[in-house]
């Protein structure tokens, strides 16, 4: 054979081969080019709101702060992730039920409120403070990032109810009621070693507390409250709820998750579940996830059991030193199940088919461990767009779950409020 001719026909062969393929690979990137720019137009015209986010303080554990060493919303993150809206958390963790508990929850939740003023104050040509779905409203239309005062954990208040006028004067618009731990208001999905059932839910200061927020119009919180404190609060409320950094528990069962029964009851309240991005909620653990947290829980002398199901990380850490404690919350953090934006979309996606896209938001929980592969922190917030426009979510839904489910829920708390008050 002619090595000449061989060759020739080789080249032309693989020309022809070229030439087919070419114009596949041209359709997919095109298609794929297409389908970014729709991202993008989409993203820039829904109003983006995260309901949840915590204040970092000076003196807040390292391992919140992101690899940057700043918070995962700060401005330059919002920016980035074309997020409009943030609900900025003054949060307490789990403590001492005593004088000097209260008092030092107190002095932590007052530092958190001077912290969002100061965020505020210190970026004042870019952000402004919301009191009202207006008020989200027209400073999105003039192009600030809008902050929304939250709250969560009543232990805080030292057990009266007339804290929560002086957190509607400092503008806070949505409170919840627990975080790990019980407190005088009401029971914690994660009760604190040697806590249980406490008030069965809701205590009677925490069913005063419901009618109270409502008249004020304040939206309430159901997250991290245990079911019966959920459906308690269901009962009593004038005003649809939130449940402002949740997941669902057919997927994952765990405590600070919200049960099939729970997602139903707050459909038919006309409430929102927003799904937060934390791993060992969204993420099935491995087979030894439980063997292996007891190890490190072992190492550090802490007593009693892992609970996998409860999967709370502070129960039976006060007898240790604060130091030695943050040394254990640090290897708890290397053992917990990493989850990825796929989990994260799975949880919104169930939800929405369980209850309906008009009861689903996001709701992230960043600043307090939160954070999956592919949503780490405000500046990745296109990727969660991206991947709902992937699964067939058109603008209207996603409007919806970025900030319209939420808005729908703070007018009628507003309306229900002025009824009350006339």
Same mark, same amino acid.
């Given at each position: 054979?002619?090595?000449?001719?061989?060759?020739?026909? *080789?080249?032309? @062969?693989? !020309?022809?081969?070229? +030439?087919? /393929?070419?114009?596949?690979?041209?359709?997919?990137?095109?298609?794929?080019?297409?389908?970014?720019?729709r991202v993008r137009d989409i993203h820039s015209r829904v109003l983006t709101l995260d309901s949840h986010v915590?204040?970092?303080?000076?003196?807040?554990?390292?391992?919140?702060?992101?690899?940057?060493?700043?918070?995962?919303?700060?401005?330059?993150?919002?920016?980035?992730?074309?997020?409009?809206?943030?609900?900025?958390?003054?949060?307490?963790?789990?403590?001492?039920?005593?004088?000097?508990?209260?008092?030092?929850a107190k002095a932590e939740a007052d530092a958190k409120v001077a912290a969002i003023q100061a965020?505020?104050?210190?970026?004042? *040509?870019?952000? @402004?403070? !919301?009191?009202?779905? +207006?008020? /989200?409203?027209?400073?999105?239309?003039?192009?600030?990032?809008?902050?929304?005062?939250?709250?969560?954990?009543?232990?805080?208040?030292?057990?009266?109810l007339d804290g929560i006028d002086r957190l509607y004067e400092q503008g806070v618009r949505i409170f919840a009621f627990t975080h790990?731990?019980?407190?005088?208001?009401?029971?914690?999905?994660?009760?604190?070693?040697?806590?249980?059932?406490?008030h069965k839910g809701l205590s009677p200061l925490g069913k005063q507390a419901v009618a109270k927020l409502n008249q004020l119009g304040i939206i309430v919180d159901v997250a991290q409250l245990t079911p019966d404190g959920v459906f308690q609060v269901l009962q009593l409320t004038k005003a649809p709820v939130i449940a402002s950094h949740s997941a669902a528990r057919a997927l994952v069962d765990n405590t600070r998750n919200l049960s099939d029964a729970e997602l139903d009851a707050i459909k038919k309240n006309g409430g929102v579940v927003h799904v937060t991005p934390f791993n060992p909620y969204i993420a099935k653990p491995p087979a030894d996830y439980a063997a292996r947290m007891q190890a490190?829980?072992?190492?550090?002398?802490?007593?009693?059991?892992f609970d996998p199901v409860r999967n709370n990380y502070t129960e039976g850490t006060e007898s240790l030193s604060k130091e030695r404690n943050e040394q254990y919350l640090n290897a708890t953090a290397t053992v917990r199940p990493v989850a990825t934006l796929k989990d994260y979309i799975d949880?919104?996606?169930?939800?929405?088919?369980?209850?309906?896209?008009?009861?689903?938001?996001?709701?992230?929980?960043?600043?307090?461990?939160?954070?999956?592969?592919?949503?780490s922190n405000e500046a990745d917030a296109l990727n969660v767009?991206?991947?709902?426009?992937?699964?067939?979510?058109?603008?209207?839904?996603i409007g919806k779950i970025w900030s319209g489910n939420f808005l729908r829920v703070f007018r009628e708390v507003e309306r229900t409020a002025k009824a009350q008050r006339s």
């Open positions: 054979m002619d090595t000449h001719s061989a060759l020739s026909r *080789s080249v032309r @062969g693989l !020309a022809v081969s070229l +030439a087919l /393929v070419t114009p596949f690979v041209y359709a997919a990137g095109a298609e794929q080019a297409s389908l970014e720019a915590d204040v970092l303080l000076p003196d807040t554990p390292k391992r919140y702060w992101g690899k940057d060493g700043k918070s995962a919303a700060d401005v330059s993150k919002l920016k980035a992730g074309g997020v409009d809206a943030i609900a900025l958390a003054i949060a307490v963790g789990p403590g001492p039920r005593t004088a000097q508990g209260d008092a030092e965020f505020v104050r210190d970026n004042a *040509s870019e952000v @402004g403070f !919301a009191k009202t779905a +207006a008020d /989200v409203e027209r400073l999105h239309g003039d192009g600030k990032i809008v902050v929304i005062p939250s709250f969560l954990n009543a232990r805080s208040l030292g057990g009266k790990a731990g019980n407190n005088a208001f009401a029971d914690s999905s994660r009760p604190s070693a040697g806590e249980g059932v406490e490190v829980r072992d190492q550090y002398g802490v007593k009693g059991q949880h919104i996606d169930y939800i929405a088919k369980r209850i309906g896209v008009d009861h689903v938001g996001i709701g992230t929980d960043f600043n307090h461990g939160a954070g999956v592969t592919g949503f767009t991206r991947e709902l426009v992937k699964r067939g979510y058109t603008e209207e839904q």
